[in-house]
């Protein structure tokens, strides 16, 4: 973790998602997420305030794609910095990814990504 706090959440929920192989519609297909979040687990002392940074996590992540649920993540502390997830799926055509996340704080993170991207 870096040691500016402001820093690590100037792009808070920020998304990415990576097909890892070939779409074809009816075969499995791996994706990766990047999301950028710091995850803090209250446990980082300031070095300089000697104060501890308050928790702010990822809780839940939920997958769909075209409505059908993809996965369900329930999480806690122990999800790193900007974390990446690599999950399958089996399109059957050409569709939309839709991630919504929730942190500790109650923000609300909702991203969709058409597959494959066009």
Known sequence: MGSDNAEALKDVGLMKLHLL?????GRPLQAQLMIRHPNFNG????QITRLFTPARFIRTIDATYDGTAVFHLDSDISLSTD???TFGFVPDRKGTMQLVVHDSDNALFNH???VPAG
């Open 83 to 85: 974390p990446v997830i």
């Open 43 to 46: 446990m980082q002392m300031d």
């Open 21 to 25: 192989g070939t779409f074809a519609p």
């Open 112 to 114: 969709s990504f058409d």
